[in-house]
């Protein structure tokens, strides 16, 4: 059966939402009911603040650790199922987040690939086409998406949301920004929808009167309450019979922002408004009807296998893309290194073998490790926060699991970032001379590769938990030069306190300058001139400069056991962060 076919009802009964923290604990809405049922189309109306945009929230299950949801979500006459349920409704918010450098024709094509289960290309292309016409989008079906307008992005999000055929569809104010013209061009798209027998809820805080001849209900809240919830012809009845003339104001839209608005402008018009609305509520709650499902039947949907390498495939193909398009970024990364590369050449061209060469040789690979942490951790922060938004309405939406938006970025992000990044440091290896032998260049680019994945797993986590690309970039920064202060390139680990002396044996820093200078200097010999006091070998080179405190084999698995716990943390973090929380 196909999905369009299942006709869907959600009814939603005593949804209380409640901020838990300070400063604003208390109820946000507060026993609040209603119901989308197929083929209706509801406006739901409200002034800034009312309560709209929160309680769609709580009922699609998109709530957050400071808010506590209770109450009772019915679909069909069923409590939620969360895999019948991210089937069954999908959501438009009022702000699309994509990737950018995307065309449009691409991200709907990615949003219909990743939500079928098998089937030719031609039907995704044929698909494709179909959404691109439906809604007007072909003039621009090439066109990036950092150039299109505000109306074409709503058009858009409604097809990404439409690529999985929900029943029941929920959009949040997705009509603040546009001009008429756009408004009645979505509302006719939305009217094709429901003569195909989807349910439909829209929320706006102003709806002129010249458009509600589109909706078939309407749903007005107020100060976190319900203040009416049925058809036009009604709602003029209610407000009439409450002392309030529809009929005296030009647009719809002004009356209900009069009567149902706060007026803060004295404390004398804010306790008469409150007042005013209080009454309205108490009103309404007289002669609410109860909501009830009025489909009774078990819902199933087709179920679509979790192709987990298709998926995979999809985001990664899609974050290359993306990648390479962003042609000013990659151009300064490329400066970066280039100057580098440059400088480090023309500080340490042809190292010798004297007694020198010793300190320029701890100088170049303790620098190529530290900047290995930094620099690809950064960048890794950069690239993730671009389209982090995107990923989570992705995940939200049900398109694919957060582990697997996780580690597709991160392998993405180290295909370009980190594999360019190592290719330079390969350059510089060969071109300075370090230590010619072709198993220990192997070798030391195989720790580079750790070192890289765990700057990259280690930078992603810190984003996650961190609310802007500022606040990453310094909270990665100061963890990072944490790491390098206790990696022993610095201080005599033995001089350090002994309360923090432990924090040297977490630090990667600390086990890949063990690597490195261990591999590159076992095996050299060095020359010695005259009267100056003579370091005649690598080994010896080593102990004098306080390394070599750990063996290879040590100091391999304990980088290898803090990578695989950075990426263990990254797939929980992301699970934590993206994933919806259906409190109900």
Not at 75 to 103: I, M
Not at 150 to 168: M, V
Not at 357 to 372: K, P, Q
Request: with cysteine; aromatic share 10%; proline share 3%.
């Amino acid at each position: 059966m196909d999905t369009e076919d299942i006709r869907v009802e959600v009814v939603w009964r005593n949804v209380t939402v409640e901020s838990v923290s300070e400063p604003f604990k208390g109820a946000l809405i507060k026993r609040i009911q209603g119901k989308i049922e197929p083929s209706t189309m509801t406006a739901l109306l409200g002034a800034s603040g009312a309560g709209k945009t929160t309680m769609l929230n709580a009922i699609i299950g998109k709530t957050n650790e400071r808010l506590k949801v209770s109450g009772e979500i019915l679909l069909n006459g069923y409590p939620v199922d969360a895999s019948v349920w991210k089937c069954a409704v999908g959501f438009v918010g009022e702000h699309l987040h994509a990737y950018e450098t995307q065309t449009v024709e691409e991200t709907l094509r990615f949003a219909v690939a990743i939500s079928r289960d098998t089937g030719p290309e031609t039907v995704v292309n044929e698909e494709v086409s179909c959404l691109i016409k439906a809604l007007g989008l072909s003039r621009i079906a090439h066109t990036q998406i950092s150039s299109i307008s505000t109306g074409e992005r709503t058009r858009l999000s409604l097809g990404i949301t439409l690529a999985k055929r929900p029943s029941i569809l929920i959009m949040d104010e997705v009509t603040n920004e546009l001009d008429s013209f756009n408004v009645v061009h979505i509302l006719k798209i939305l009217m094709a929808l429901r003569q195909q027998g989807k349910g439909i809820m829209i929320s706006f805080q102003r709806l002129p009167q010249e458009m509600l001849s589109f909706f078939d209900k309407i749903m007005i809240i107020c100060q976190g309450g319900v203040v009416f919830n049925g058809c036009p012809e009604e709602c003029v009845e209610f407000f009439r019979s409450c002392g309030h003339d529809l009929k005296k104001y030009v647009g719809s839209s002004d009356f209900f922002m009069d009567v149902l608005s706060v007026d803060t402008t004295t404390p004398e018009s804010e306790k008469m408004s409150l007042g005013r609305i209080a009454r309205l509520k108490m009103c309404w709650k007289r002669i609410e009807p109860l909501a009830v499902s009025s489909i009774i039947e078990k819902t199933e949907f087709p179920t679509v296998s979790r192709r987990y390498i298709l998926s995979f495939t999809l985001i990664f193909k899609r974050n290359l893309s993306d990648f390479l398009r962003r042609h000013e970024l990659m151009r300064i990364l490329s400066i970066q290194k280039l100057t580098t590369l440059a400088l480090l050449v023309l500080v340490y061209f042809r190292l010798d073998y004297t007694q020198k060469g010793i300190r320029d040789r701890f100088g170049i690979l303790s620098f190529i490790v530290m900047g290995s942490f930094e620099k690809t951790a950064a960048a890794a922060i950069i690239f993730l926060d671009s389209y982090r938004k995107a990923l989570k309405r992705e995940v939200c939406a049900g398109m694919y699991g957060a582990a697997m938006s996780y580690f597709a970025s991160l392998v993405s992000s180290f295909c370009i970032l980190g594999t360019s990044w190592i290719a330079y440091i390969a350059a510089a290896y060969w071109i300075v001379g370090l230590n010619p032998n072709i198993l220990r260049f192997v070798f030391f680019v195989l720790i580079l590769v750790i070192v890289t994945v765990f700057s990259m797993s280690f930078g992603i986590v810190v984003a996650l938990h961190t609310k802007t690309l500022v606040q990453a970039q310094v909270l990665t920064s100061v963890l990072i030069m944490s790491f390098i202060i206790l990696g022993g390139a610095f201080v005599d680990p033995g001089t350090i306190p002994g309360f923090a002396r432990w924090a040297i044996w977490i630090s990667p820093v600390y086990y890949a300058l063990e690597i490195a200078l261990q591999s590159q200097f076992e095996g050299l010999v060095f020359e010695c001139k005259g009267s100056e006091r003579c370091i005649s070998n690598g080994n010896e080179a080593l102990h004098l400069y306080g390394f070599r405190r750990v063996g290879y084999g040590v100091s391999v698995g304990m980088l290898l056991l803090i990578t695989t716990v950075s990426i263990a943390l990254g797939a929980i973090s992301t699970n934590r962060v993206f994933k919806p929380r259906n409190s109900i």
